[in-house]
């Protein structure tokens, strides 16, 4: 499984970016796709994810209602677009995944749930 993250940069406070995470080897029936952030000596803070099952999203607090997770199954590509972007925003940005076959798979929130990770993507708000 592959997965890389981009679309990161600079954005003034209110602004928007789109972050994107090209989705590849998945061979179970049903994964998951989560964006995670980490500020500097933080662990990192989950932010959404989303299912290939049924498209089902959820949200952390700090970002429901700004940010919005969704997919493109034809370009196997997962979008995070943030808009409302705050300066306490700025962080690496990661997309994980994990897969399963189980039909009742769910989004989970936790990091060490995830067992596959992309490489980071820089997002700093700033004016």
């Known amino acids: 499984v592959q997965l890389q993250a981009s679309g990161g940069g600079l954005a003034q406070p209110g602004g928007s970016l789109r972050l994107s995470c090209a989705v590849s080897?998945?061979?179970?029936?049903?994964?998951?796709i989560g964006w995670f952030r980490q500020f500097p000596g933080k662990e990192r803070e989950w932010v959404s994810g989303?299912?290939?099952?049924?498209?089902?999203?959820l949200y952390a607090g700090s970002v429901k209602g700004r940010f919005s997770i969704s997919r493109d199954n034809a370009k196997n590509l997962v979008y995070l677009q943030m808009n409302g972007l705050k300066p306490e925003d700025t962080a690496v940005y990661y997309c994980?995944?994990?897969?399963?076959?189980?039909?009742?798979?769910?989004?989970?929130?936790?990091?060490?749930?995830?067992?596959?990770w992309g490489r980071g993507t820089q997002v700093t708000v700033s004016s």
């Open positions: 080897g998945f061979t179970m029936d049903y994964y998951v």
């Open positions: 994980a995944g994990y897969e399963s076959f189980d039909r009742n798979i769910v989004v989970f929130r936790f990091s060490v749930q995830y067992d596959y």
């Open positions: 989303i299912s290939s099952k049924d498209g089902s999203t």
